[in-house]
């Protein structure tokens, strides 16, 4: 049986305002929460009905208007493993020649599973001449390119997920990475079920977690996004793998958390890492998502209510919450869906009533 961390439960996260006021630049800073909008790629990958090019498209500008700055717009995967994510291409080619109007800087991020992947999108780089890091007319609105690239805590996951053990998976990564180096290219590391997975069960080993993110960051990646793939994670089970993270040296500067809310517990687990000084969320819009290898998990954490969470302790995204509930009820609707993020519906429900 473990023993499980202690949670101190939330009192610090709220400064008063005179505090707040006097802040240093790196306490400002540290208000900040960083939010990745992953509703494109993870929010549409496990949907069944087919989805237009043009729809994903319309669903990336809108988000691009929120204040978000990072946008999983897809991902570099064989149409036959999953078949959602098939516009990927044209979709990556269209944000490059003509990215969505946006106040700031934004990134447009693609997963790729293995070398290929991370080929095919700088063959379109190549082919429209915008490099990673491009800056537009207005330089307040340029764009980079970055990509997402994932390994798994445990075997069965990562044979189902990437027909290869954990091993293989990293080795597959480390031409990637320096691919991605050369071409200036921001690198985002996964771990999937680092809090519980389909094959094996909830008790998946911290310390395989951390040597995990580990590796990714001395392969390069510019951060890593610790990832409860099916919603399993616990508030003492996430502390605990928070302080396994911390006793193997990783920083929570490279760290993000990408939390799925099959069993409610998404906000808890955020406000976790929050306390734990965690300051990168991926959520998705409308609460869309799931994985094709993980049977049952639910959607990511809605942005909607990771937004309302963030802002009620006094912190700050970014990210209009309004703008955003407009395009959660809009995208459930085009995907014949329910909306499933309850500060959405209530945001909408307040501004209409
Ligand atoms: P494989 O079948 O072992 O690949 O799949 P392969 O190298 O043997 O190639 C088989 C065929 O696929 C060949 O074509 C390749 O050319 C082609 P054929 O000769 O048969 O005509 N191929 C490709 N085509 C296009 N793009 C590519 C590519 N690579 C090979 N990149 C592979 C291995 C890694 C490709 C496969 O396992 C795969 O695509 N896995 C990804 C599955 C996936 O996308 N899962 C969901 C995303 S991860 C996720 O959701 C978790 C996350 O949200 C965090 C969390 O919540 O945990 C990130
Ligand atoms: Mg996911």
């Known amino acids: 049986m473990l023993t499980r961390p202690r949670l101190r439960f939330f009192t610090a996260l709220r400064s008063p305002i005179s505090t707040r006021r006097l802040a240093t630049e790196s306490r400002l800073a540290s208000d900040h929460v960083r939010i990745v909008e992953v509703g494109p790629r993870d929010g549409l990958q496990n949907e069944k009905q087919s ?21 999983e717009a897809g ?16 979709i990556c080619q269209k944000l490059l020649v ?12 693609y997963l790729v599973p293995n070398i290929k992947g991370l080929e095919s999108l700088v063959k379109i780089m190549d082919e429209t001449g915008v490099p990673a890091d491009a800056t537009g007319v207005d330089s307040k609105a340029a764009t980079t390119t970055e990509i997402s690239l994932f390994a ?30 050369t071409r200036n290219i921001r690198v985002r590391g996964y771990v999937s079920v680092a809090l519980g997975c389909p094959y094996e069960g909830p008790e998946v080993n911290p310390s395989t977690v951390a040597d995990i993110t580990a590796s990714l960051l001395e392969m390069g990646a510019d951060e890593v996004s610790v990832a409860d793939t099916t919603g399993m994670g616990t508030a003492p089970r996430t502390m605990e793998l928070l302080q396994a993270l911390k006793a193997a040296g990783i920083a929570n500067t490279d760290l993000a958390l990408h939390f799925h809310d099959t069993y409610g517990q998404a906000l808890v687990n955020t406000l976790v890492g929050l306390e734990h000084g965690i300051r990168i969320f991926d959520s998705s819009v409308g609460g869309l ?57 209530a945001t909408l429900g307040r501004l209409s009533g």
């Not at 237009?52 to 700055?69: C, P, Y």
């Not at 003509?98 to 991020?109: E, G, L, V, W």
């Not at 994985?291 to 998990?297: E, F, I, L, M, V």
């Open 51 to 71: 989805i237009s090019m043009e729809t994903k498209l319309d669903m990336i500008q809108r988000l691009a208007k929120t204040g978000v700055t990072t946008i």
């Open 75 to 90: 991902s570099f995967v064989p149409a036959k493993w999953v078949p959602q994510m098939a516009s990927t291409s044209e």
């Open 98 to 109: 003509s990215p969505p109007s946006a106040q700031h800087t934004i990134a447009y991020n």
């Open 152 to 181: 798994a805590a445990t075997e069965a996951f990562s044979k189902a997920n990437t027909n290869c053990t954990i091993a293989e998976s990293l080795e597959r990564i480390k031409p990637i990475v320096a691919l991605a180096k």
């Open 289 to 345: 998502g799931g994985c094709p290898y993980s049977k049952g998990a639910t959607g990511n954490v809605s942005t909607e209510d990771l937004i309302h969470t963030v802002h009620s302790l006094g912190m700050h995204t970014g990210v209009n919450l309004e703008e955003m509930s407009r395009i959660g009820s809009w995208i459930s609707g085009e995907l014949g869906r329910a909306n499933d993020s309850r500060a959405g519906k």
